[in-house]
């Protein structure tokens, strides 16, 4: 079964019984505006170029951008528009950590922290394993889910009975005043 014969209008060639094909008739990209920043492409709002494999199977369905026509230019501009817009009475960066720093310490100033220990005998005061810095980080970071360095504990040392502590932070509130963390060391049952 050898075969071997061209047709060249069609850029039909056969050889050995292999059709190989000429250049594609449609075009294999195009253009999309992006609806979200999409890595190693562009911003959100550009205009790129990519192939149309890749814009069907990857952009359209994650909803990352939308075909380039008259209609979706404009949308989009009066869309830049309103979030411009909407844009100039959003905070600074600078205000917008501070708003998120205050949130945090009334968190920690306002809610008690709860530590459980074991105590050497029943009915005694004094806890089998000392309290320290880094559980009392670990605890904070699991009930208030805030990530607290050790170096802002100001703690003289281990705490080795259990009760109630006012544990001072080295953070300064203003006018001299500072913030402390209420921790309950309870036994555990």
């Given at each position: 079964?050898l ?66 026509t ?43 922290l ?5 105590v ?27 990530q ?42």
């Amino acid at each position: 079964m050898l075969q071997c014969f061209f047709r060249t209008p069609g850029r039909t060639v056969v050889l050995f019984g292999q059709q190989v094909r000429g250049l594609k008739r449609a075009p294999r990209s195009l253009n999309v505006i992006l609806k979200k920043d999409v890595a190693k492409l562009g911003l959100a709002g550009t205009e790129v170029c990519v192939n149309q494999g890749f814009a069907r199977n990857n952009l359209y369905p994650k909803q990352e951008a939308v075909p380039s026509t008259a209609a979706n230019r404009e949308a989009y501009i009066q869309e830049s528009q309103a979030v411009a817009a909407a844009g100039a009475n959003k905070p600074s960066p600078k205000e917008s950590k501070q708003m998120q720093l205050a949130v945090v310490l009334k968190k920690l100033l306002r809610t008690p922290l709860v530590v459980r220990q074991k105590v050497e005998e029943e009915g005694s005061q004094s806890l089998a394993e000392p309290v320290t810095g880094p559980m009392i980080c670990d605890a904070v970071a699991r009930q208030m889910q805030v990530q607290l360095a050790e170096e802002l504990l100001d703690l003289p040392g281990p705490i080795v009975e259990h009760g109630e502590y006012n544990i001072n932070l080295r953070i300064k509130l203003g006018e001299g005043a500072r913030a402390r963390l209420l921790v309950n060391v309870l036994p555990v049952a």
